[in-house]
C-alpha cells in the first residue's frame, strides 16, 4: 500500500455532549475503516484532557467524529487550530454557524435558500401560550440528532410544558410538511438525494436504531425536483463556508414541486454509524467506506 500523506491519525470520538453514544458508535466505524485503509488510528475519548492528549499522541492529523456541544459547534475546532493540527470536516466558523439553527437560518435566507419561519422563545414563554400557529415544532437551537425535538400536531390545546429545559432560550419553529431528504456534500459537490421513511416524526431512534427508518438511494422524484435539492445542499454548504463532508436535511412537499422545499439544517459532523446517510450515498456512488473516511483524512491536509 502506498504511503498515505498523514499516516498517525488522531480520531476523536465520545466527548461530552448529549451525542455521546452516537459519536462513540461514529467513531468506532471510522475507526475501523481507516485501518482498513492503512492507517495508524489512536482513538481519544474526548474530555477535560484532550489538549495533553493530542500531543502526547503527536498525530499527523486529526478524524473529528465528535456530535454536539463541544464537538460540532467550533469548540474543538478552535483548540485544533491553536495546535496546529490539520482535521476533518468544517472550521471553526462554519462549525459553530451550523450547530446555532437560529443564526444558519439567517445565513440560509441571505443566501436565498428557503427555509421554515422560526423565532426563539424561553421555556416559560413556551409552555404559556401556542406562539405561532399549529402545526409546530420546538427544539434546541443548538443540538442536533432530534435531541429534545417537540412536535405540536394539528389540534393540540396545550402547548408543550418544557420549563425543565436546559437552554434559556429554545427555538419554534413551524411544521414542514412533506417527504423527509438528505443530501451529502463533499468538497462543495452534492453526493445524491436519500428520501428517508419512517414511522412517523424521524427522531433518535428511527436515525440510529436498526430498522428504525427505510433510507431510499436516490430518492424517487422527478428530476427537475431532484436536482433542486442537490442545488440547495450545495448552496448551503458555500454560505456556511463549510469543508469536507456535511449533509443538508430537507424536507420537501411535492404537491409544491419545486417550490416546496425547506432547508431545515447543515450537519457539519454527518452520523457514521452503520445506519448513517452520507456512507450510504457513498457506496451508491461506488466509494467504500474505508475509501470515504481516507479521502477525509486526506483532504485535511489543505488546512494548512
Not at 119 to 141: C, D, Q
Request: aromatic share 6%; charged share 25%.
Amino acid at each position: 500500500m502506498t504511503q498515505k500523506r498523514h499516516h498517525r491519525i488522531a480520531l476523536l470520538l465520545g466527548g461530552r455532549s448529549a451525542e455521546r453514544e452516537v459519536s462513540l458508535a461514529s467513531g468506532a466505524a471510522c475507526a475501523e475503516g481507516l485501518r482498513a485503509a492503512g492507517y495508524e488510528v489512536e482513538e481519544i475519548d474526548a474530555g477535560r484532557d484532550l489538549a495533553a492528549r493530542l500531543t502526547a499522541a503527536r498525530p499527523d492529523a486529526v478524524f473529528n467524529a465528535l456530535h454536539g456541544k463541544w464537538g460540532e459547534d467550533g469548540c474543538v475546532q478552535g483548540l485544533l487550530e491553536l495546535m496546529e493540527l490539520p482535521y476533518t470536516h468544517s472550521g471553526v466558523r462554519a462549525s459553530a454557524l451550523s450547530m446555532d439553527k437560529h443564526l444558519s437560518k439567517a445565513v440560509f435566507r441571505a443566501a436565498g435558500l428557503p427555509v421554515a419561519e422560526s423565532l426563539l422563545a424561553s421555556p416559560a414563554e413556551i409552555a404559556a401560550r401556542h406562539l405561532m400557529p399549529l402545526p409546530y415544532v420546538v427544539k434546541p437551537y443548538d443540538e442536533g440528532s432530534s435531541v429534545g425535538v417537540h412536535v405540536l400536531r394539528e389540534g393540540a390545546n396545550a402547548p408543550p410544558q418544557v420549563q425543565g429545559a436546559l437552554q434559556e432560550r429554545l427555538m419554534v419553529e413551524a411544521y414542514a410538511p412533506g417527504r423527509e431528504l438528505t443530501v451529502a456534500v463533499r468538497a462543495g459537490e452534492p453526493m445524491t438525494v436519500t428520501e428517508i421513511v419512517a414511522e412517523g416524526w424521524y427522531d433518535y431512534d428511527a436515525k440510529y436504531k436498526l430498522g428504525g427508518s427505510r433510507h431510499v438511494v436516490p430518492a424517487e422524484m422527478p428530476e427537475e425536483a431532484f436536482d433542486a435539492a442537490m442545488g440547495i445542499a450545495a448552496a448551503a454548504y458555500q454560505a456556511l463556508g463549510c469543508r469536507g463532508v456535511a449533509r443538508a436535511d430537507i424536507r420537501w412537499d411535492d404537491r409544491k414541486g419545486v417550490e416546496g422545499f425547506a432547508l431545515l439544517e447543515m450537519n457539519t459532523q454527518p452520523g457514521m454509524t452503520p445506519t448513517s446517510l452520507a456512507p450510504e450515498q457513498a457506496a451508491y456512488l461506488g466509494i467504500s467506506f474505508p475509501e470515504f473516511v481516507a479521502w477525509m483524512v486526506e483532504d485535511a491536509s489543505c488546512r494548512r
